[in-house]
């Protein structure tokens, strides 16, 4: 016996980063409400999707039961959105439907839209007739109501307040627009119109001094989807989500030795480090960490392997000043493409999104090598720092799908001791362990290096000094 699967179709909510979170979009014909609070967002969403129907062919049409028309037009001009240009073009329709009183100490409420028939009374069913009104008028395949709250606000119990959304959503569904439902909700609470609609989408400003601001798919009948809570921004061109980055499977690529550039380094390892693997450099502040990072991506542009670097704690500027020393031109390797420096303060970042940057620079310009200098920053900008060791993960699998090597550097506090291990659990996701640390020898402070883990190798396990000198790292025991 034969099972029947029907495909459902889909329209694009024109959301850079949530389609794909959807199997493509939002379902066709049904009905979505957008939850929120306050600033989160829920306007601009709405209104980012009837413009992506425009520029597919699908006129759309906004009932605003808040705002006034002209304050909406004037607020997404700065989008590049030319919404009066589009309404004289018929295809977007704004309407006023925000219900008023007739006067002042009656418990009645009229819409403030003239009709053959005058002012009606307020109700779902006089809405709905507005709504397929204009809807017939301008053959709209989009809908977005803003914001259904209003009702209530209304002087009705809650069982009339429930039956006119129940009415208003089920008349809805017949038009076989895909429609949006605006809504304002408080955190861990649920409405009446949640459980009615077909899906739900959650939109928060978290009340925390960085303002994220966050959305999560609640549920979307007919569609597998994530539960994550997904970062956003409000940017020029209007809001962008930021997916997780999911570890990507490994692909059976052939593997071949990435020199270091460091002579004694790699004869530690046993010849080099493998191409896609990841490696860690541990070690406290000043001992050698970003200039070895920085000699293994210098060493690869040098032999044609594009390499890209992320930073967090440096400036690029700064950056570029402290490796002159060195006698290596970064800005040089720049302008011929063989190097691409990225920076993200960490009271400002977004990892998912550095995430997804990251992604798409390795499938745009097909780096071989990557530096991350300064993972011991990025719980700063970690909702839930726990996580940390998943986001590493994701990134090692993102290079090594890619055959890019990576070297990962992270801080620790111990300054002068014995070799220890890293204190973000890291080593145990990485392929390599490079530990760097400063110790007392024959009364001098010397710096050494061991490792403790290189996959794959016949590793040399001795603790050897190395020196930091104008053309970089060189290893002095043997």
């Not at 957008?34 to 009932?63: A, C, D, H, W």
Request: aromatic residues 6%.
């Amino acid at each position: 016996m034969h099972c029947l699967v029907v495909t459902m179709e889909r329209v694009a909510s024109g959301i850079p980063g949530l389609d794909e979170l959807m199997e493509g979009g939002f379902p066709k014909g049904r009905i979505t409400l957008l939850s929120g609070t306050p600033g989160s967002g829920k306007t601009t969403l709405g209104m980012q999707f009837l413009v992506e129907g425009i520029k597919l062919g699908e006129n759309g049409l906004l009932v605003t039961l808040a705002e006034f028309p002209e304050d909406i037009i004037l607020n997404m001009s700065k989008f590049g959105w030319n919404l009066e240009k589009l309404m004289k073009e018929n295809k977007i329709k704004i309407i006023n439907a925000a219900p008023v009183s007739v006067e002042e100490g009656r418990d009645e409420y009229i819409l403030p839209i003239f009709t053959p028939v005058g002012r009606p009374k307020f109700s779902a069913t006089m809405l709905l007739e507005i709504i397929k009104k204009y809807v017939e008028q301008i053959d709209a395949k989009r809908v977005v109501i803003d914001s259904i709250t209003y009702f209530e606000l209304l002087p009705k119990s809650e069982m009339k307040i429930r039956q006119s959304i129940h009415e208003l959503i089920a008349g809805l569904a017949n038009l076989k627009c895909t429609t949006l439902l605006i809504g304002e909700s408080k955190i861990g609470e649920y409405t009446h119109e949640e459980y009615l609609a077909h899906g739900v989408l959650e939109l928060q400003l978290s009340p925390n001094a960085r303002d994220v601001r966050k959305m999560r798919i609640v549920k979307m009948r007919g569609t597998k989807h994530p539960l994550d809570v997904l970062p956003f921004k409000i940017t020029n061109n209007g809001i962008k989500v930021f997916p997780k980055l999911r570890a990507e499977p490994t692909k059976d690529l052939p593997r071949k030795r990435v020199k270091s550039g460091i002579e004694g380094l790699d004869r530690m390892l046993g010849g080099g480090f493998w191409s896609g693997y990841s490696a860690v450099v541990t070690g406290p502040t000043g001992v050698g960490k970003t200039v070895l990072g920085l000699q293994f991506i210098v060493t690869g542009a040098m032999n044609n392997e594009p390499g890209l670097i992320v930073i967090f704690e440096e400036t690029p500027n700064k950056l570029l000043k402290n490796v002159s020393g060195f006698g290596w031109n970064l800005e040089e390797l720049e302008k011929k493409g063989l190097l691409k420096i990225l920076y993200s303060s960490p009271t400002d970042l977004c990892i998912e999104e550095l995430a997804l940057k990251i992604k798409e620079i390795a499938e745009a310009t097909g780096i071989k090598r990557v530096l991350i200098d300064g993972l011991t920053g990025l719980p700063l900008a970690l909702q839930d720092p726990d996580k940390l060791k998943d986001y590493i993960h994701s990134l090692c699998m993102l290079f090594e799908s890619h055959n890019i090597t990576s070297i990962f550097t992270i801080d620790t506090p111990q300054i002068i001791g014995p070799i220890g291990t890293t204190d973000v659990g890291a080593s145990i996701i990485v392929d390599a362990v490079i530990l760097l640390r400063f110790a007392e020898i024959e009364s001098k402070i010397k710096r050494v290096m061991a490792i403790p883990k290189m996959k794959g190798s016949n590793y040399d396990t001795e603790v050897r000094e190395f020196e930091i000198t104008p053309k970089g790292i060189i290893v002095t025991s043997s």
